[in-house]
């Protein structure tokens, strides 16, 4: 069983480069997430899409763009990386009824020089 | 965003130790949920409680959800190596993980 898989699970950008994390699902949950946690803050919302065909901001959503591609894809778009972006990333995913209850992948690692 | 304050920030504790650990609100929540993030891993859910006042176990994990439905504490009984992570709590107020908010994580490091 997979569950939520992400890729790449690292990345080194250059400053003012673009890149974009791959998330995909296979438990057939409607509402997908993309989180950054950063050291000494948690976890924080960037975007999130409660069902196929709608996207919101969270609460960080500023220097990313996403993008839900069907049911099982959530991917986000970093296009002019910067160095406040440096982080780590999760994917998560859940059903409509449990919201609360998220299952993540396992994390993308993201350095921008 | 919420501020969800979670102590300790870091334990050490010896193997077979008990562990307590708390998280505190401003604000009122719906529910309360613990997480578990191993070394290099994404979190994954511990124990849900929608409830205030209830007391819920997961096997050698205990966690209530206080009364005044602004924190919630969990407990770890007989430490073991494996414990080993970080702990985070999480707040959700009414439906959808947008309502979401995380404190700032429990490490947790248990001495064989």
């Known amino acids: 069983n997979a569950g939520v898989t992400q890729t790449p699970k690292f990345q080194v950008l250059k400053t003012g480069q673009s890149m974009t994390l791959q998330c995909a699902q296979d438990?057939?949950?409607?509402?997908m997430y993309w989180y950054r946690q950063d050291p000494g803050m948690g976890l924080r919302l960037i975007y999130y899409?409660?069902?196929?065909?709608?996207?919101d901001k969270g609460e960080v959503p500023n220097g990313y763009n996403v993008s839900r591609l069907n049911k099982r894809e959530f991917s986000l778009r970093l296009e002019s990386a910067a160095p406040s972006q440096t982080s780590v990333y999760f994917c998560a995913s859940s059903d409509a009824r449990n919201t609360g209850e998220l299952f993540f992948g396992e994390g993308s690692r993201l350095t921008v020089l | 965003g919420q501020q969800l304050n979670q102590s300790p920030q870091s334990m050490f504790i010896q193997e077979g130790e008990d562990v307590s650990m708390n998280c505190t609100s401003s604000?009122?929540?719906?529910?309360w949920l613990w997480y578990k993030q191993d070394p290099g891993e994404g979190p994954v859910l511990l124990i849900a409680l929608y409830k205030a006042g209830e007391l819920t176990s997961n096997g050698r994990l205990t966690a209530q959800f206080g009364i005044t439905r602004k924190d919630s504490f969990l407990n770890i009984s007989a430490s073991i190596p494996s414990d080993v992570g970080i702990y985070f709590c999480?707040?959700?107020?009414?439906?959808?993980?947008?309502?979401?908010?995380f404190g700032t994580g429990t490490r947790l490091t248990v001495i064989p």
């Open positions: 604000s009122i929540f719906n529910t």
């Open positions: 999480a707040g959700q107020r009414g439906t959808g993980a947008n309502n979401l908010f």
């Open positions: 438990m057939n949950h409607n509402s």
């Open positions: 899409s409660a069902s196929e065909g709608t996207t």
